[in-house]
Every structure is written in C-alpha cells, then in structure tokens.
C-alpha cells in the first residue's frame, strides 16, 4: 500500500492537481484535510474516473477531511472515542462536533485523516479544545492499541504542531508567543508516540518541512514548517518499505501551502527476506 496525506486547502479549487498527483505517484490510499466543502459539494467525478472510491466528512466551508481509496474501504467512522466539539463561547459537552477526523478500514488498514486544531493564539479558548482534542485522540489510540496490540494502524495528517525546534524554520513563529511550538502542545504529540506510535517518516526523511505559509516568501527562503505526519502503530510501522515528502508541489499554479507526505508499505514483509524493513 502506497499511503499519503495532504492538506490539500480546498479541494474544489485544487481538485486537477489532487488527482494527478495521486496517479503519478501510483498513490493507493489518499487522505486529505481542509477540503473545505460539505460531501455534496465535493469533486467526485475526477477522482472515480481515476479509479478511487472517496469519502468526505465536511460541515461547510471551513476544515474537512477525506479519504480517496483503489483499496477496499470499510468502517467509515467520522469520529473518534471522546473527540470533543467547539464553538466560540459554548462550553461543556454539548459542543458541536467539526469535521477534522474521519476513519476507515482500508484493505485490513485502520486510516485517520485528521486536522487537527489550530489553536489560534496561547490565550485563545481554541488553544485549550486543540490540547482536549488531542488528549482524547491518545485516549483513542491507546484502548484501540488495548483491545488489538496487532492492528495495523495510521494517524495521518495536518497536526498543527512542530514537534522539535528543527522542524520549525518561520521566523514568526516563536516559542512563548505561537501556538504551533508551544511545550503543551508538543507534549501532547509526543504523547501519541507513548500511546504506541511511531512517526514512521523521521526516520528515513530527517528534514524538510512540509508547510510554508503563503506571505513573506516563505517558501523561496525555505522557511516553512513540519506540522504533517504520518504516525502509525507497531504493526504499521512494522510494514514500513520507504518515505518521502514532495516539496516540489508547493510549486506550479494555485499551489495548496502544504506538500503531500508518502510512505509506502509492504504487509507481507514478515514472510520476505528481500523486503527491507525500517522498524525491526
């Protein structure tokens, strides 16, 4: 299975590029965030002629996630176990639920997209639901890792977080000041890695960003931001044959301002010698 994630913010505007590169790239399992778009809305044609069976999850205009699949989909979830709500002023657990998650068992694979809050400042009530929402998503992972230590599973996506300072190179993003880099926020990423995850792309990609914002020529200076990941369970990462990130689609017309992030696995590697295995 060849897996990739992409912030691809909004579908609609970029759906030419989405599709050609999942072809190019002989992409099996596409999953996409900020689609920005209710599933009624969203581009389907284009992608089934390409051979892919897609599910979307969107409210309106803003957030969203897909999964655009030529494997086998089943299980499509569009929530996680605990996963709070927000709206600006509300509290308690009435909350309304934003489309930033869905899931799917694709060819034996549990696959999330996910886009993960933004957080918006140090002092804003959307700060405190990113570190909830992210707590319960730990929650979830370690009673799925419980019930099934053997399931094969992904976290992908747009976590809004840079987990070290090497994964930060904006100048306007400041520990103390942005969300993004704050000690919270990368605790509670690194608290999905104790819940039994791996990020399986580190390892055989050590740098480059896959985020650089659309002011300031960030991107001809390279100063951009590693804030998608691909994390995945043992029996994920186990399967893991090879990664990439594709910093040339920042590139070309009405670039979106993240690059997709690839990793290709092999399932039957155990019973391969000539497989080469990144996590043994």
């Known amino acids: ?9 909004s579908i609609r505007a970029r759906v030419a590029r989405t599709v050609e590169f999942a072809v190019r790239e002989n992409v099996d399992v596409l999953a996409m965030q900020e689609i920005k778009c209710r599933p009624d809305q969203f581009p389907y044609g284009p992608f089934e002629d390409a ?7 969107g409210l309106n205009q803003w957030n969203g996630v897909a ?3 030529r494997l086998p989909v089943d299980d499509v979830q569009t929530a996680f176990d605990g996963m709070p709500g927000f709206a600006k002023g509300m509290e308690g657990p009435d909350r309304p639920l934003e489309a930033r998650a869905i899931g799917a068992l694709v060819d034996g694979v549990r696959v999330w997209s996910l886009y993960v809050p933004n957080g918006r400042s140090l002092n804003d009530p959307h700060y405190l639901y990113k570190l909830d929402w992210l707590a319960a998503l730990r929650g ?5 890792l419980a019930r099934d230590p053997h399931l094969p599973m992904a976290l992908v996506g747009d976590f809004n977080i840079a987990p070290t300072d090497a994964d930060n190179g904006d100048p306007a993003v400041v520990e103390g000041v942005s969300t993004h880099v704050s000690p919270r926020e990368r ?24 985020y650089w914002d659309y002011k300031r020529l960030r991107f001809p200076r390279n100063e951009g931001m590693r804030i998608d990941f691909i994390l995945g369970s043992p029996a994920f990462a186990d399967a893991v044959t090879g990664a990439s990130i594709h910093r040339e689609e920042r590139k070309g017309e ?15 590697a155990d019973d391969d ?3 080469p295995m990144i996590f043994g």
């Open 273 to 275: 010698d000539d497989v």
């Open 140 to 144: 979830h992972v370690q009673a799925e």
């Open 67 to 69: 999964i655009a699949s």
């Open 1 to 9: 299975m060849r897996l990739a994630t992409w912030n691809v913010n």
């Open 254 to 268: 009405i670039p979106s301002d993240h690059v997709p992030v690839v990793v290709d696995t092999d399932f039957r």
């Open 51 to 57: 051979g892919y069976e897609v599910h979307a999850h």
């Open 187 to 210: 605790e509670a990423f690194h608290a999905l890695e104790e819940a039994g995850l791996a990020d399986v792309v580190r390892p055989l990609v050590p740098a480059g960003f896959t």
